[in-house]
């Protein structure tokens, strides 16, 4: 497959990317893909097992590889996990392409994630440890996106809606 994603869709843990990804592919006629699945697919485990058996600085090289894989080509709906725009490397590969942030408030995130998501980083005290996660990665989601949409007291689809109508051809 060749071409470049139509939309890449960065935000925290519980904004959405992976369900709106979904549903806006849907609508657009298009593939959907996810770096965390990607991930799980070249690692053959789960991501929280990838935590455990070997700790997230591996689990961030393999989502380096993933999303300069998905990036590079891929003509559909791409959704990566909360944390990859963490690594400079990842923002410069977002660069030229329609990056969708979406936006989701703490209290909502916090209701929308809960305990027990699969989501390793958010196992103990999800509140505080989503607060520090939103402080520090806000400026970073805004600095490469090419599009804000707010997702709180919205669905997943009408958030799609939204976007698809935003989304340059
Ligand atoms: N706009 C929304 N409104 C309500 N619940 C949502 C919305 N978007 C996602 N969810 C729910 O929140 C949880 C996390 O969504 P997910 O798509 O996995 O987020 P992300 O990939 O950004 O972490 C899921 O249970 C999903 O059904
Ligand atoms: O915020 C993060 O650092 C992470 C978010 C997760 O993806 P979602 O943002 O899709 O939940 C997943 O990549 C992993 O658990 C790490
Ligand atoms: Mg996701």
Redesign the pocket.
């Known amino acids: 497959m060749t071409g470049q994603p139509r939309a890449i869709?960065v935000?925290?843990?519980?904004?959405?990317?992976?369900?709106?990804?979904?549903a806006l592919a849907a609508r657009l006629g298009v593939p959907f893909r996810?770096t965390?699945a990607d991930i799980e697919a070249t690692a053959g485990k789960p991501i929280p097992e990838i935590f455990v058996d070997e700790g997230e600085q591996h689990f961030r090289a393999l989502e380096r590889a993933a999303v300069a894989a998905a990036v590079g080509d891929f003509d559909g709906v791409l959704?990566l996990?909360?944390g990859a725009i963490m690594a400079e490397e990842n923002r410069a590969a977002l660069a030229g392409h329609q990056v969708v942030h979406?936006v989701?408030s703490l209290g909502?995130a916090v209701k929308?994630?809960g305990l027990h998501?699969g989501?390793p980083l958010l196992e103990i005290n999800p509140r505080a440890t989503l607060k520090f996660l939103l402080d520090q990665r806000i400026p970073l989601y805004e600095s490469v996106a090419t599009l804000t949409v707010e997702?709180?007291?919205?669905?997943?689809d009408?958030?799609a809606e939204e976007i698809a109508a935003l989304l340059k051809p």
Do not use: F
């Open positions: 869709l935000g925290a843990p519980g904004a959405g990317k992976t369900s709106t990804g979904q996810d965390d959704a996990g909360g979406l989701v909502e929308r994630v998501s989501r997702t709180d007291g919205r669905s997943p009408e958030v």
